[in-house]
């Protein structure tokens, strides 16, 4: 993706791609309607956010090493493909780092967690953060644990690709999760 404008459209169809999936899978004889979570990790993360956020189907979700305010995620990230893709934005578009934050918080407003996470109910809610993450910064993790009425956070003491070693501690945390919110 070279622009904002096409990042925005891709998270859109992210959503919407999910959504339809939520259409199919309640037209599933075996599947509660009134019983549905939804759990990411990392972007799927942010996408799951926005998709609880939206969707009144869904009950609960889990967001792991997610956030909010995807314009100071862009421009903190020490991700490689976030650095080049904020460069790329920088050179095409002649910005400076104050005016691509600002750029950015304007064209992917419809797309940040933060938009919607007032709408949330927290406790119906997980999230699962890597304390030393550099991917999605702790500051991003508590913006949306703040604008969604603070849910249950924990921090593990992790990056957030060295957050694959505590899987095993996620998985059951989020079973756990939703086994509660969604009995």
């Known amino acids: 993706?070279?622009?904002?404008?096409?990042?925005?459209?891709?998270l859109k169809h992210y959503v919407i791609d999910?959504?339809?999936?939520?259409?199919w899978l309640i037209a599933q004889k075996e599947v509660?309607?009134?019983?549905?979570?939804?759990?990411?990790?990392s972007l799927g993360a942010l996408v799951a956010s926005v998709v609880m956020?939206?969707?009144p189907r869904i009950k609960?979700?889990?967001?792991?090493?997610?956030?909010?305010?995807?314009a100071g995620i862009l421009e903190t990230s020490e991700e490689n493909s976030l650095i080049k893709f904020r460069q790329r934005v920088i050179n095409h578009e002649g910005l400076d780092p104050q005016k691509f934050r600002d750029t950015a918080a304007r064209v992917l407003r419809t797309v940040d967690p933060l938009g919607y996470a007032a709408k949330l109910d927290s406790?119906?809610?997980?999230?699962?953060?890597?304390?030393?993450?550099?991917?999605?910064?702790?500051?991003?993790?508590?913006?949306?644990w703040e604008a969604s009425g603070r849910p249950e956070l924990v921090f593990i003491p992790t990056?957030?690709?060295?957050?694959?070693?505590?899987?095993a501690y996620a998985r059951a945390k989020?079973?756990?999760h939703f086994q509660k919110s969604l009995h």
């Open 1 to 10: 993706h070279k622009t904002l404008e096409s990042a925005e459209q891709v």
């Open 18 to 23: 999910i959504r339809r999936g939520i259409d």
């Open 32 to 41: 509660d309607p009134h019983r549905l979570g939804i759990m990411g990790i």
């Open 53 to 55: 956020e939206v969707d």
């Open 60 to 70: 609960a979700g889990a967001f792991l090493l997610g956030g909010a305010d995807l």
């Open 123 to 144: 406790s119906r809610i997980l999230m699962i953060n890597g304390y030393f993450d550099q991917v999605i910064r702790r500051e991003h993790a508590k913006s949306f």
């Open 159 to 167: 990056g957030h690709y060295s957050a694959g070693l505590l899987l």
């Open 174 to 176: 989020t079973v756990a």
